[in-house]
Each structure stands twice: as structure tokens, then as C-alpha cells.
């Protein structure tokens, strides 16, 4: 049997409303099968039921107003319009709103030039009497009332840049509009032979959802976020005068944000200079034998011996991280390879090596280093290495049996991150080949377990506790506003509790943000009318902080310290002195959306394993207190007891491009400690196939490998090996190295206009890539000057940092033998060369600051730090490169593409209208090809299944499946 690949079509239908056959007609299957009817006339079209469709069967026909008369002189002059019925009402336009709509809706050409749209898909499956089917119809009735309401909102200052076009451009030409027509983008959508079996089994499973009661309070919190948070996104705080800004710098709020109070040179520090020493050699003795781990050295050293695999379980704070390392060291394990020790995050990589260096009084880089992305502070003298679990991952793909080690600790394992979970699954075949190599998980009380049973019941050994008691007190009643609620915890805690620091946990940068100002300001109020003075020192950690910033955290002060953080301070940093928890009970999740095919972050509810593990960091070197702003029975009902899992609810292209890099075939038989959904897999690999990373039998291209040599998402990566077919190499990597690090432009709160004015010095028209390489290449013609990015509000870290990124891609470039080349001042290369990678997020001009996404159909509108953002004459197609989810979907960084682009490179989606049954037809015969393939590749497997495996006679052989 030859299955048909599918091709869902969304085909543009247009009707003569001078036709007496009814619209209902449209419904026959004869009508979907020869869907070819004239369109001489051109309005636009809105959206409403198709009984309303019914009911108004054609076109208005004239009234007295001039504004009428001015909008239907087209339609005369073709003939239509003068018989259609009166059943429309008087239009509410004048003319000049007229000519404005006009020209605003003649972006939208794929509605303006058709009379209605009817979305077909898998039409010759399609059951006319399934009521589920969405069918929507347009009519121009609709558009007048709605974007009266539109214009009346906006700026007269919008208006007066629109300029006014009552009439179609291309009335005098119809030779033009015939050739624009036929440019324009039609969608389809095909699935490889080898996904078409797993695309059923994922349709047939749900997704697993992070929220556990939807319904709950705490959902409903992380649904509406901070009511104060996002009344100060609304509201304007820019002061009126510059003197007034002035005065903010060198004040507590201005060190609070950073606000710089001189503008001269200024050498920011790195995360590892900005740290304090430890102390003296005496006295980090004297800290290392205090620590619990020291009182079961030796047993633990005995267990490491004798087993390969051993799980350590150990409260925070028990010297797991720093002492085990140490302790192998001293027994002489180095003496056969690297011992390496893994972390979820980059900053407490560097921070621990940085601690174990100065505890062994080595400097460090030598015997002790660290190594994260685009970052290696290691040495051939180095023993003891800190890594992130990716680093790790990637090491794999050039040593499989990681070789240059001897001891592999995996730290902080209960936080299941993605890369440890892989890692794990590998450690499974690399163990049963090297019998030598010694792997050590560590991990909190929560889920030491699991850890055990998937290594075949392994070892365990528990570290004894040195925690002090915490009182935890739930709240009495729901809280409305946690941002809020927290504020006056901190000050209840400062001016009613005795000394002690306090750690606050928010969920984002923002939330960070405007905490710390906003108690800040309180602070100052209460501070101004007491006579006794009782400073606090307020701390943000967040990731994108500058690595200075971060490190003040573990710096030593004479006031009480309140740290305002993310989950990063649950278990990977440790800060001493902790003795009061506020927790927010909320945190940011990646989650990936099969709605919109890409991650997204999402406000959700924590576990109970992380409320626990929030509140232990306050009996750390005493009795405790932690303040949950939540109450018991949302803790019970709404959270779950374990965190799930990041393998579970994110993406999957880059870890499966790896994956498969290392010669694992079939997924489904890769030892995950928890599988992920099927639809999560699915996703993956057709996002992967749709970048030709694996072809149309699921095996990796020459592109796929190439990509794997990028320490980066696919997209990236890919853009970067396009790159040298365009020319533009050594601009790419530019690119690529801005997006990869922090966000360069600044805005404070209090000079949020000065501050968009200067970075609208650096836009280059169309395109947000472009305007971040003209950034990096005006700071490069000023000689990297620091004075220069402060004037200019840019970070002068996140550029510096672009610079060796970039240094280091345009390395790898040519390791690959792909040889750096500039193309200069030659814009189009580069954005060709964009849209040949970012075609999977390909949107059209819908209205005024608002596109529709050409595979999802979902509006979005243009991010307010775009380059495009208030741009009066947009682009028709533009790609973007990711969506951002707040109150809208936003589409940020983007750039403007040509129809042809995207018909060219992402063939698989598109097509231009007048090569669309040509293109099909060509991917049909593609595709019925790949699928003879695969059928025969699958009948060789199954044969090769029943001549080893099957006993004599047995029969009901069921075909593997291959992913």
C-alpha cells in the first residue's frame, strides 16, 4: 500500500459577489475539489461567522456619503458594487480615516486583492459534516466598524507619518499587480516517512503540564503576576530633568541599579576577580575540618573504592561540592586522569573552583580550573576541573569513553537538568567499557533514590546533616501580590527581627528589579524620619547580572544584607549568613509549546522538594526562619512533590542532534531516566528535518555534523556554516556572538527615554541583526571604549564578551575548513542568509505593528525595542528569533525577508502562488521516494528481527520502529 504524503494546504478561494449561487455552496466537495473562481474585485476582509457570511451574499451597494463614493471607484470601474444589495450599514469613516485604512490594509494583501479566505486542510479527508472544522469567513462589512475603533486610538503623531493612498497602486498596471500577486506566500506542510507513524503516537499522549491545579490560587498568581510589577511596566517613571537623574547616581537606589556616578573608564571585573578571598590559610583549615563531610573522610573514601558508582547524598552546606574533589585528590586519583566535577550553572562552576583553589593554595587555572561555554580557565598542569554538565556533554562527542578521566562527579544531580539527564543515559554504555573510570553522583535527600535504581540499585552513602532548625510559617490567607508581600516581609524582618541576612526568592529579572528599587525607596522613607539609622544592604542575582555585580553577594558586610535572587540560590550558591527566607512559592520555567513550536518561559508554581530546599538555606549557621507566601493547603493541593523534570517540558533539537552525532539511531532505546513525551520527540526531530539537520529517513546530514560542532542551537549554528556560502562569514559571527550574550543596550528606569534615543542612533531600517552588528562594529571604530558605551547606555561587558565569542566561532569556522570572509557594507547577503536559517519563524503584515505567523496563523506583534517597532511603511514578510510571551505574543529581534527567500529556502513550508501545484507535486515525489526507502529499510530490519531472534515457528511479528 503507497500511503500519500501529507500536505495540508491553506488555499486562498476567491467569489464573484455578483454570482447568484449561494456562499453555502462552498460546502459541496465538488467546490473544494476545483477551488477556481474569478476575483475582479479587491476588499478587504474580516473575520465572522459563516452565517453572517450567508446572510450578506454581496457587495454594498452605494450610499450618499463621499466616503463611500471614494472607496467604491474601483469597483466601478470593474462593474461591481452597483447591483450587490443594501443591506450594509452607513459607513463612520471620513475621508481622510478612509485614505489612512486604505493604506494601512493594502499591506495585507493576501485578504485585500481576494474576497474570501477559506482555510482547507488535508481537504481529501476532510468530512463535510464534522462541526468541529473551523470554517470562517471574511466580508467587508466587518473592517469599517473595527478599525474606526483602531484609528480613533491612535497618536496623531502616527497618523500625520502614514502618508495618504486612497487608491490601489496598481490599478494603472495590472501587469504589476499581477506580478505581485502571484509572488505572494502559500503555506503547506509535509511530514517525513519517518515521523509519520510517531506523529500518532504523539497526537494520542498529553503533554505534561508544570502547573499541577490549573485552577488553583498559586496558577492563578502565576497567570497575573505582580500587580505592582506590571503597574510599573505601565506607568513612566522618567524624571523630568537631567539634573534630577544626576542626582540619582551615587545614592542607594543608584548603586541598587548600577547607575554609574563617574563616566570614565571603568574596568569591570570578572565573576572570579570580583570574589573576596576566603581568608587565611589557618583559617580555611580551620573551615574545611568544621565541615560534616571531614567526619566521614575516610569511610566515604572506602565506599569510592570499592564501588564503581556511588550516589552521595548530602544536605546543602555539607562540603560535598568543594571537599570531594579535594579528598580524591589527596588519595591520589589524579595520578590516572582528570577528576572532573560537573554543575548545572555556569556561576557556581566558577565560584567553587575559585574556592577550592585558594583552600589548596594553588592559583587558579593550574591545578584547579574550570571550564564553561566560550570560557576555559584550565591548563595540562590542571587535576581537579569544574565544568558545566554541558561542557561535559559536549566533551563526548571527541572522547566517547572520555578518556583523560578518572573520576567524574556529577554535582547537584537532583536538579535534573537536561544535560545531566543525557549525560547519565550515556554513562550507561561508557561504564561497561571503562571498568576504571569512577562516577559519583551527588544529590540532596530529594530523588538520591531514583539516581540508584537506574544504575542498577548502586551504592549510596549519606553525608550527616549540619542543619539548625528552621521555623517555617505558611501564610494565613491567599496573597494577591507576591512582589508585593515580600516587600513588607523584608521590612517586618529588618526593623522587627534580630541580625541576621535575608534571602528573597523572585522569579525573574524584572521581579528582581522591582523589588530591590521599590524597597530601596521604603527604606529611604522609613530612613529619612528616624533619628536611629538602620541601613540594609539590598543584593540582586539574576543570570543576565553583570559577573561583578553577582559576586557582591558572597562579599562580607557590617550592615544586614538582603539578597533578592532566582532559584540559582536553592542549592548551587551557597551564601553564609543566611537566617531569613521570604519564598514567592513561584519560578520561571522553560516549557516548550507545540502551539507555537519553540520554548517558552512560564511563571508556574515550585515543588514541594524546592520550598524545602529554599527554606533549609536558612539553618545554615543557626536557627532559622522561612516565610512562605503561600498557605498549606495551596502548598498541598497545587505543588507537586517533585520538580518535573527539564527532559520533560523542553525542546529536544540540540540534545538530539548530539545524540544522534554520538551513532544512537533509535531514540526509543536511549536509557533516559525519564523519557520524555512523545511529542516532545516528535517536535524535535521535524524542527531538526526541517533544518535538513537529518534527512527524510531520520539519519544525520553532512550539515547536521557540522552543526554539532558549534557549542550553540542548531538555528545558530546552521546560520553560521550558511554564512560562508554568502560571504559574510566574520559578520555572522558577530551575529550570532551578540545574541549569545546579555542583553548590550541599557535602560534604566530613570532615563528611559535618553536612553531610547541613543539606541535609536544605532538602527539599521529593516532589521534588528543588523542593528546589533552596527552596534558592535561602532564600538570596535571608538576602540572598545568604556566611556563611550556609557554615554550610549551599552554594557560594555556583554560587548566585550561578544568579542571573544565571536573570536572563538570565527576559530571553529576555520577548523572546519570554512574560511572567515566579510562581505562589508552589504546588507542583503546577510539577511538572505538570515532568512535561509529563521524560515521556521516566517510572519506576514497583518496591520499597523501587528503580523501573522505564516504556520501557526497566530498574531503577533512587533517587540517595542525592535528597530521596527513605529516604523510607518513595514515590511510585508519578516523572520524573527524568538517569540516572547507577556501579556502578548511579542516577536523579537527580527529582520525583513523577500517572498522569494522564503519560497527558496523553506520549501517545506512555502511556496509562491505561482509555483505552488509545481512545488507540491516535486515534494510529493520527494517524499514518495524517501518513503520506498524507508519501507525497504524497515523490511531488511524486520527479516534481519526473525532470522536471529525469532524462535521456530513463532509468528505476530511486530515491526520495529525507528526514530
Known sequence: MVIK??????????????????????????????????????????????????????????????????????????????????????????LQELALKEKQSYKNDNEYQQGLLVKIEDEDNEDPSDTSLDRE?????????????????????????????????????????????????????????FLEDEQIIANQKPEISVIRDPEGHLAAAARRGSNLVNDRRVQSVIMKKNNEVSAVKGTKLGNVMGIQDKEERIEHKNFIEAMEDSGS??????????????????????????????????????????????????????????????????????????????????????EVGFTIRFEDRTSPRTMIKYMTDGVLLRETLLDSGLEKYSCIIMDEAHERSLN???????????????????????SATMNA???????????????????????IQFSKYPVTDYVDAAIKQVLKIHYGKKSGDILVFMTGQEDIEATCQVLQGRIDEIEEDSENKNPLSILPIYSSLPADLQARVFGKSDVRKCIVATNIAETSLTVDGIVFVVDAGLCKLKVYSSKLGMDILQLAPISFAQANQRSGRAGRTGPGVAYRLYTLTEAEKEMYVQPIPEIQRTNLANTL??????????????????????????????????????????????????MTSFPMEPVLSKMLIKSHEFKCSTEMCIIVAMLSVPNVFYRPKERQ??????????????????????????????????????????????????????????????????????????????????????????????????????????????????SLYGTADLPEYVVFQELLLTSREYMNVITAVKPEWLAKYGSVFYSARSDHEAVTSRLKEAMDDARKKWNQLETSKTQKVITNVQPKGQIGIRRPRRV
Open 281 to 366: 590559610p589557618v583559617d580555611i583549615a580551620e573551615q574545611r575540618r568544621s565541615l560534616p563531610a571531614f567526619t566521614v573522610r575516610e569511610d566515604l573514601i572506602r565506599t569510592i573504592r570499592e564501588n564503581q558508582i556511588v550516589v552521595v547524598i548530602g544536605e546543602t552546606g555539607s562540603g560535598k561540592t568543594t571537599q570531594l574533589t579535594q579528598y580524591l585528590y589527596e588519595e591520589g586519583f589524579y595520578k590516572r586522569g582528570i577528576i572532573g566535577c560537573t554543575q548545572p550553572r555556569r556561576v557556581a562552576a566558577m565560584s567553587v573552583a575559585k574556592r577550592v583553589s585558594e583552600e589548596m593554595g594553588v592559583k587558579l587555572g593550574n
Open 420 to 442: 545531566t539527564d543525557i549525560l547519565l543515559g550515556l554513562f550507561k554504555k561508557i561504564l561497561t567499557k571503562r571498568r576504571d573510570l569512577k562516577l559519583i553522583i551527588t
Open 657 to 706: 542532534l548530539l545524540i544522534k552525532s554520538l551513532g544512537v539511531d533509535n531514540l526509543l532505546d536511549f536509557p533516559f531516566i525519564d523519557p520524555p513525551p512523545h511529542a516532545t520527540i516528535y517536535s524535535s526531530l521535524y524542527d531538526l528535518w526541517c533544518l535538513d539537520a537529518i534527512d527524510n529517513l531520520g539519519a544525520l546530514t553532512d550539515l547536521g555534523h557540522k
Open 449 to 471: 533514590s531514583r539516581f540508584s535504581e537506574f544504575f542498577g540499585n548502586a551504592d549510596t552513602f549519606t553525608i550527616p546533616g549540619r542543619t539548625f532548625p528552621v521555623d
Open 5 to 94: 504524503p501529507k500536505i495540508n494546504s491553506r488555499r486562498k478561494i476567491t467569489i464573484d459577489f455578483n454570482d447568484d449561487e449561494e456562499l453555502g455552496s462552498l460546502d459541496h466537495p465538488a467546490t473544494r475539489e476545483s477551488p477556481s473562481i474569478p476575483s475582479p474585485t479587491k476588499p478587504m476582509f474580516k473575520k465572522i461567522k459563516k452565517q453572517e457570511a450567508q446572510r450578506i451574499k454581496g457587495f454594498p451597494s452605494n450610499h450618499q456619503s463621499q466616503a463611500n463614493k471614494v472607496k467604491l471607484k474601483n469597483l466601478k470601474n470593474n462593474g461591481d458594487g452597483a447591483n450587490g444589495p443594501s443591506t450594509m450599514l452607513k459607513p463612520k469613516l471620513s
Open 137 to 193: 469567513w471574511y466580508t467587508n462589512e466587518r473592517v469599517n466598524h473595527y478599525e474606526d475603533l483602531e484609528l480613533e486610538t491612535n497618536d496623531k503623531s502616527t497618523r500625520n507619518k502614514t502618508s495618504l493612498n486612497t487608491f490601489d497602486p496598481f490599478e494603472d498596471d495590472p501587469e504589476d499587480y499581477e506580478n505581485h500577486r502571484q509572488q505572494q506566500i502559500v503555506s503547506h506542510h509535509l511530514i517525513p516517512p
Open 753 to 866: 527615554k535618553e536612553s531610547d534615543r541613543s539606541r535609536e542612533r544605532f538602527f539599521i531600517p529593516e532589521s534588528d541583526h543588523l542593528t546589533l552588528l552596527n552596534v558592535y562594529n561602532q564600538w570596535l571604530n571608538h576602540r572598545n571604549s568604556a566611556r563611550w558605551c556609557v554615554q550610549n547606555f551599552l554594557h560594555e561587558k556583554s560587548l566585550r564578551r561578544a568579542h571573544e565569542i565571536a573570536l572563538q566561532l570565527q576559530s571553529i569556522m576555520v577548523q572546519q575548513g570554512m574560511a572567515c570572509r566579510s562581505i562589508g557594507r552589504q546588507w542583503d547577503p546577510i539577511q538572505e542568509c538570515i532568512c535561509s536559517c529563521l524560515f521556521v519563524n516566517a510572519a506576514r503584515f497583518k496591520k499597523f505593528g501587528e503580523y501573522t505567523n505564516l504556520r501557526s496563523v497566530m498574531s503577533m506583534v512587533l517587540h517595542p525595542t525592535s
